[in-house]
Structure formats: structure tokens, C-alpha cells
């Protein structure tokens, strides 16, 4: 089977005649069309073996995660996903991780209504590329750069699930790998944050380096109470199984793929009554720079400003 039978095969039902795909696969470049007064935000992911997901993941998993990490970050930019590109490189053409790959895609595709309109198959080390494609009104996006001292910092969901089933292996059991494997990408709360948040950055590195993102674009600091991380039932109950703190989990883990937002406080209830998911207040930014984390006390606790990071 060569690249364009494989193409054929198990990518072209997933382009659909979803408004606005004037052209997608079958030839040189796809043809899309914007709704009008609509701007396009456009982000790519690579993921790696062995790298961004364990060797032993399923094959649906895989590409489940390959696509959500990317509407995740159409959700931080309070984006409506539209279509998406995919770039794929195998050792070999093995059919049943292809079939079980394409489900997994396909499935969070179809929840998101979002077609696939092109990309490249060919043939080396694993690697899985995604470019995501959406659409947001125009000046309406969420940005990172325009956070402001008094600021409310909110997150959506729970921390620290996927970190630990990553410490955790082969133990961690159904719902917590499921965090890691499945991220749910939180497009409609992004959505209904546009025009309440001042900032926004979705959680794929660690809280302390993604929010120190905001921090730096922004031109503020923000002051954290580590005690107000919303956690998991389940990562309260299994984290004492790892020789890891519950901070250094929440905080510098990653894989979270939670949005975090900075709202002004009158923001605050407008925003929790639209959600999907729940929205939990953490901290506020500050005109004193830097990101500080204390504890219920109020005592300060050192936390390296950063997360994962691949050239270090």
C-alpha cells in the first residue's frame, strides 16, 4: 500500500462538505472559506513517540490526542474549530493501528465538527503533526498580552491528573490515564469566556511556565494560593502513591490541557454561569512581576517559574 492508497484508504472520509471546505483532500492545497467579519487562527502540534505520549498508548488514543491538543489551543484563543490538516510519518503501514488511529481521530473530529481538508503521509521515525484551523469574530480573540493587576486567575477543570498517571504507569488505572490519553479540549468554555476573559493560555506544559507566558506578554506578576488547585477524587486519592508532591504535579506536570483565565472579578459569575466545566479562582495578577506561590498560611513556597521544556 503506498502513500496515496493509504490516503485513500483511511483519511478521505474524514473530509466532509463541511461549510466553508470549498476544496480539501485530492488536491494541491485545500480551498476554505471564513464566515464573514471572521478572522482565522491557525495553531500546529507535533507529537512524538516516546515523547509526547508512552510507547505502550493505544493507537485510537493517539489519534484522539493528536487532534485535541491542538482545538486546545483554539479553545485559549476563544476559537470555533472549522477544519484541520494532519502530517503523518510511520516506520510501516500497519492497517489495524491505522484503523484504530483514524477512529480515534475521527471520533473527537465529529464531536468538534471539524473536517479533515489535507496533509502529508510518508515514511521514518514516528511523528504525528496536526495544523488546526478556526475562526473567531473579528477582535474578539482571547490573547495572551492583555491581562491586568487586580485580574481574577481561574482555571477550568482539575490539575495535575494526567502528570500522575504519567508517574503512576501502568497503575494508574481507567480515569486517570484516561486524562492523559483523552484530553478533553475545552472548546465551548473558551467560547463562552470571549469578551470575559483579559487572557487566556491553555494548560499543556505545566501551570507555573504556561501562566508565566501570560505574565510575561501581559507586563504584570500574579500571586497563587496552592492551596485552592482544584484537584480529582481520584488524584487525591492516588497521590500519595508517587514519590512526587501534589504541587509539583499541579503545577509543572503538564498534559492538562485545562484553559487558564484571567478575568476581571466582575467577570467572575457571568462567566461560571455559561460553563461546562467547573471555574476555579487561584489567585490574582499583581503590578509586583514575578509568579508566587503561598500556601494556606500565606507562607511563600519555591516553585521553578517553568515547565516542561525541550531544549533544556
Known amino acids: 500500500m503506498d502513500e496515496f492508497q493509504l ?10 462538505s463541511a461549510e466553508g471546505v470549498r476544496i480539501g483532500i485530492g488536491d494541491d492545497a485545500a480551498l476554505l472559506t471564513l464566515d464573514a467579519g471572521q478572522e ?43 477544519w484541520f490538516t494532519l502530517a503523518l510519518t510511520l516506520g ?30 510518508t515514511r521514518g521515525p514516528s511523528s504525528i503533526t496536526v495544523t ?31 502528570a500522575l498517571a504519567l508517574k503512576l504507569g501502568a497503575n494508574a488505572g ?32 505545566g501551570l507555573a511556565g504556561d501562566l508565566s507566558h501570560i505574565l510575561r506578554a501581559s507586563g504584570v506578576g500574579a500571586d497563587i494560593d496552592a492551596s485552592q488547585l482544584p484537584a480529582s477524587p481520584e488524584f487525591l486519592q492516588r497521590v500519595g502513591d508517587v514519590d512526587t508532591s501534589r504541587l509539583a ?3 509543572q506536570g503538564g498534559d492538562d490541557y485545562e484553559l487558564c483565565v484571567c478575568l ?19 489567585g490574582c495578577l499583581s503590578p509586583v512581576p514575578g509568579l508566587r506561590f503561598v500556601d494556606a498560611s500565606g507562607a511563600t513556597i519555591a516553585v521553578p517559574p517553568h515547565g516542561y521544556r525541550h531544549f533544556e
Open 174 to 205: 481507567e480515569s486517570l490515564r484516561g486524562r492523559l490519553d483523552r484530553p478533553e479540549p475545552r472548546v465551548a468554555a473558551g467560547l463562552r469566556l470571549r469578551g470575559l476573559a483579559s487572557a487566556a493560555i491553555d494548560l499543556s506544559d
Open 264 to 282: 476581571p472579578p466582575g467577570h467572575l459569575a457571568g462567566a461560571r454561569a455559561g460553563l461546562d466545566v467547573p471555574l476555579t479562582v487561584i
Open 92 to 121: 510501516k503501514a500497519d492497517e489495524s493501528w491505522l484503523a484504530e488511529f483514524v477512529r480515534g481521530l475521527r471520533d473527537l473530529a465529529d464531536r468538534h465538527r471539524v473536517a479533515l481538508v489535507g496533509g502529508d503521509t
Open 7 to 16: 490516503i485513500q484508504r483511511y483519511f478521505a472520509a474524514l473530509t466532509s
Open 249 to 251: 504535579l499541579q503545577v
Open 132 to 162: 488546526a484551523m478556526g475562526q473567531v469574530p473579528f477582535a474578539k480573540a482571547l490573547r495572551r498580552d492583555l491581562g491586568r493587576a487586580g485580574d481574577l486567575v481561574c482555571v477550568t477543570g482539575t490539575l495535575g491528573d494526567a
Open 40 to 82: 482565522l487562527v491557525v495553531t500546529t502540534d507535533t507529537l512524538v513517540a516516546g515523547r509526547h505520549f508512552p510507547l505502550d498508548t493505544a493507537p485510537y488514543d493517539i489519534g484522539w490526542k493528536s487532534l485535541a491538543v491542538n482545538l486546545s489551543d483554539l479553545a485559549a484563543m476563544g476559537a470555533e474549530p472549522r
